[in-house]
């Protein structure tokens, strides 16, 4: 079997600072993998060197084996597709936004949409919950409902991976959820890979199959593993610099991170001494 991404010792900088160094890691179809990591430790730089925004100093990454330099844009698109934080405001409906997903499948001279085109967009507005939102202006729905149409527009795509970048950051815990059962169950029923940068680490440890917690310090990955190898008090006092308890969830039994204010940490020390 195929890993559906590789990652081959890959190093990037901007400038003269280096925000990637010796990156390796690869994904299984049907995983669910995040990236964690501080601000500024180069997630969003690498979901951009993954989609070809930006060019790696050093390495390689493979796509169901295939080097991605040697790839067109278009050819990429048929394997990948990237949800990034929000979505830039288009005038346009919702179906004329998700049908975008078709754009790497049209032929040679194409210039519409087929009927199967249509039924693909449609059935992922279905899955989504969007598909009442078809007509509206996607500039006049919820924060919420515009990163589910986001999302419908990459499945659209029928990617073998679906990256996503924070889609979670900018909502309620309702809407939080529902976005991370539904990619979860799509990971399940369409055997995607999902590789989702979260900032939330207790939605991460309840999602994911697998952390790559990226180390912000000297760009490299602290540690690649299940949950509860990478979710560690030690860790995140290395990593985030902040001191956590680590308990299980009492109903998932996944690490579940609880922070420790100074106050509570004086109160704790008083009561130990
Ligand atoms: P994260 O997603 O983990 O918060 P980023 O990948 O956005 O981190 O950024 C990593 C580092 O690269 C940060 O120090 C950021 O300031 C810097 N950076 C991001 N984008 C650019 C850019 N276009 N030009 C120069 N530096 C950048």
Redesign the pocket.
């Known amino acids: 079997m195929s890993h559906t991404l590789t990652i081959e010792n890959l190093s990037f900088r901007?400038?003269k600072e280096i925000?990637l160094k010796d990156i390796s890691f690869s994904t299984d179809p049907g995983e669910f993998i995040s990236i964690i990591?501080p601000?500024?430790?180069?997630?969003?730089?690498l979901i951009k060197i993954i989609s070809k925004i930006n060019k790696p100093e050093k390495g390689k990454i493979y796509i169901k084996g295939n080097n991605i330099q040697t790839m067109s844009n278009r050819q990429l698109a048929r394997h990948i597709a990237v949800v990034m934080q929000s979505v830039e405001p288009v005038s346009m409906s919702v179906e004329e936004y998700v049908l975008l997903g078709r754009l790497p499948f049209f032929k040679k001279y194409q210039f519409f949409e087929t009927a199967r085109d249509i039924k693909l967009a449609h059935k992922y507005m279905e899955l989504t919950g969007i598909l009442k939102l078809k007509d509206a202006s996607i500039n006049k729905i919820s924060g919420g409902e515009r990163q589910l149409a986001a999302i419908a527009r990459a499945l659209t795509q029928e990617p073998k991976l679906l990256i996503l970048d924070e889609p979670t950051s900018h909502l309620d815990i309702t809407h939080q959820i529902q976005i991370l059962e539904l990619i979860s169950s799509l990971k399940k029923t369409l055997c995607l890979t999902v590789l989702i940068?979260l900032h939330d680490l207790n939605l991460a440890a309840e999602y994911s199959d697998r952390l790559v917690l990226?180390n912000g310090k000297n760009g490299k990955i602290y540690q690649t593993g299940t949950c509860e190898q990478v979710l560690s008090e030690k860790s995140i006092q290395e990593v985030y610099n902040t001191k956590v308890r680590i308990q299980k969830n009492p109903v998932s039994k996944r690490p579940c991170i609880f922070l420790i204010t100074q106050n509570a940490l004086n109160k704790e020390e008083n009561i130990i001494v």
């Open positions: 901007y400038h925000i990591g601000n500024g430790s180069g997630k969003t730089t940068v990226l």
